[in-house]
């Protein structure tokens, strides 16, 4: 039960149907050649000790004596209060944890006696505030509605993560309820946070939910970050922030303390500036757990180092599919894709061109349909878990928006949640058909036929096009993408950036098979070093006309 449907979906349902730079790279620097390039002036910035840091340079840093994990923690801090709360004011971080550098200091000592917990050991890490948390950050979907909500238990995997030295360093913005409120929203509003901004051009969107995650990790306010996925959510945001995103298989990741929309679909994922780092932090995050019932099914499938698979030669005889009918909507996006192509063409991979999905255009309102029955189920199961929730149902959240309109709805409505209120149980004919149609569409017929068929290891596609203007009237701009066939079926999608126009980051995204994270994440390695398109965010006011 986690995360949201970002405008990928939406847009669907409302129509109808690295190169790593050196570690102490100077942010300026990067920033004026950027605003050259595009024929504008970069918003000023101050150099960042570590800037496109890698948490394996981070941990090595630590071991050589470099760094200690305070003052890691204490730089990222310094570097949001820069650049996040004020100079570009990029308004992807919504709060910070007071405990953090208490909780370097620990793992610090920990360290000086001879005990490392493993490679997040010191490392911080922003959370989606959806991820709830027991400590002295609140946990609210960036709503009013749930501010000073504090739950009694952190979620499943902010356990995991603390017992494996990661350093919880604050709420990541996002958008409110996960972008499941209103069908002409502004990916990465909420009425705590404010409109995140896209860290390569300011007046661009950031795509949505994750938007503070993945903005924060592209502008190196942390070592990794954590968000969450219905349809498009990690995927959208970590390739408009030219960063590496990974979704799981659903069940690998525990669901448990998450603010949902859908059990059928959510699920969490790390965003991270490097395969190696979204490897690193997956690991920290799969384990099976008693109260979430879709984790049961990860059992002998469950790794806690997916670094194993990484394998700079992994395109090597590699069957990988092309997803045509996901091209097609940006000629510089598409060639984009065709420069990709070629590169594992002549790596040693076996390209399948040309791969078709049938029927694919009737999962858009099957799958909306399931969404609304189980968001309205699965908040009100989360809001109950609460100890004194300020709101207790769906009815209670849409009537307390219209008792804050000025707050909540003063740039645009919550149509969504309206529509969720209609619906029934999910023991509903309606949804009992919905829900089939989407397993036989997305999985029986879709993934797993055309993967079958054709012998292949894993599918590829554009993940979306370059980052639209932020329109806070009109809502989002969304031109195309690939999420929905892997967020239905439940499967696993990684994206990795694979190039830009004219300065705007765009993903390649590799999915496929459940529970197919290693060969994905072997395949979407071995691309990542040998493309290496990565880049730094110049932090450009706008494009020049």
């Known amino acids: 039960m986690t995360d949201d449907v970002t405008i990928v979906s939406r847009r669907h349902f409302v129509a109808g149907a690295a190169v790593a730079v050196t570690a102490l790279a100077c942010d300026r620097d990067t920033a004026e050649q950027a605003a050259t390039a595009a ?20 941990e090595e840093g630590m071991r050589s004596g470099r760094w200690t994990a305070r003052r890691i923690t204490e730089l990222y801090l310094e570097r949001i209060a820069a650049i996040d709360r004020a100079g570009p004011t990029l308004r992807s971080v919504i709060e910070t944890n007071p405990d953090a550098l208490d909780s ?65 360093l604050g709420k990541a913005n996002l958008s409110e309820w996960a972008n499941f409120r209103s069908t002409h929203s502004s990916s990465g509003w909420s009425a705590r946070g404010g409109q995140c901004r896209n860290p390569y051009v300011l007046d661009r969107n950031p795509c949505g939910s994750s938007s503070g995650s993945g903005a924060a990790v592209a502008a190196s306010l942390c070592g990794a970050a954590i968000g969450t996925e219905t349809d498009g959510s990690i995927v959208c945001p970590s390739s408009a922030s030219g960063i590496v995103g990974i979704k799981p298989t659903v069940g690998l990741a525990s669901r448990t303390g998450i603010i949902p929309i859908s059990h059928s ?22 384990g099976v757990d008693p109260h979430d019932s ?46 990709a192509i070629a590169l594992m063409s002549g ?14 255009q009737d999962l858009n309102g099957a799958e909306f349909e399931v969404l609304l029955y189980d ?52 023991t509903s004919r309606e949804y009992v ?22 012998r292949l290891d894993a599918l590829i596609s554009p993940t979306g096009g370059p980052a639209w203007p932020t329109d806070l009237l009109n809502g989002d701009h969304y031109t195309g993408g690939s999420s929905t066939l892997a967020a239905v079926a439940g499967y696993p999608n990684i994206t990795v950036p694979a190039g830009d126009i ?44």
Not at 267 to 286: E, F, H, N, S
Not at 352 to 360: L, S
Request: hydrophobic share 45%.
């Open 39 to 58: 024929g504008t002036t970069a918003t000023s910035v101050p150099a960042f000790e570590l800037n496109e840091v890698s948490t394996e340079q981070l």
């Open 104 to 168: 370097a200091d620990q793992l610090d000592g920990e360290r000086r006696s001879g005990n490392v917990r493993g490679p997040l050991h010191g490392i911080p890490i922003l959370l989606k505030d959806n991820v709830g948390t027991a400590d002295r950050m609140t946990t609210t979907a960036g709503s009013f509605a749930l501010e000073g909500s504090v739950p009694a238990q952190d979620a499943f995997i902010a356990q995991k993560l603390r017992a494996a030295g990661a350093i919880l």
């Open 265 to 286: 679909q959510d699920t969490a994922g790390p965003l991270a500036r490097t395969v190696r780092d979204g490897a690193v932090l997956l690991g920290a995050l799969t």
């Open 433 to 454: 058909a919905a829900l089939a149609t989407c397993q036989r569409l997305a999985r029986v017929e879709g993934i797993d036929a055309v993967m079958d068929r054709q």
């Open 347 to 360: 790596r040693g991979a076996v390209i399948v061109d040309d791969v078709k999905f049938q029927n694919r």
């Open 502 to 545: 004219h300065g705007l980051p765009v993903g390649i995204s590799f999915f496929g098979r459940a529970w197919s994270e290693s060969v994905l994440l072997r395949i979407a390695y071995a691309f990542e070093q040998a493309s290496t398109h990565r880049q730094a965010p110049g932090f450009l006011a706008t494009l020049a006309v």
């Open 294 to 339: 879709a984790t049961a099914a990860s059992g002998e499938r469950v790794q806690t180092d997916y670094t194993q698979y990484l394998d700079a030669n992994g395109l090597q005889g590699a069957r990988i599919g092309v997803a045509r009918d996901f091209f097609g909507f940006n000629p510089g996006v598409d060639a984009l894709m065709e420069q």
């Open 375 to 426: 968001f309205k189920a699965d908040i009100a199961a989360y809001l109950g878990s609460l100890a004194n929730p300020p709101v207790r149902t769906l009815a209670d959240l849409i009537a307390f928006n219209d008792s804050n309109r000025d707050r909540e709805l003063a740039w645009f409505g919550q149509e969504i949640f309206l529509d969720a209120e209609t619906k029934g149980p999910l």
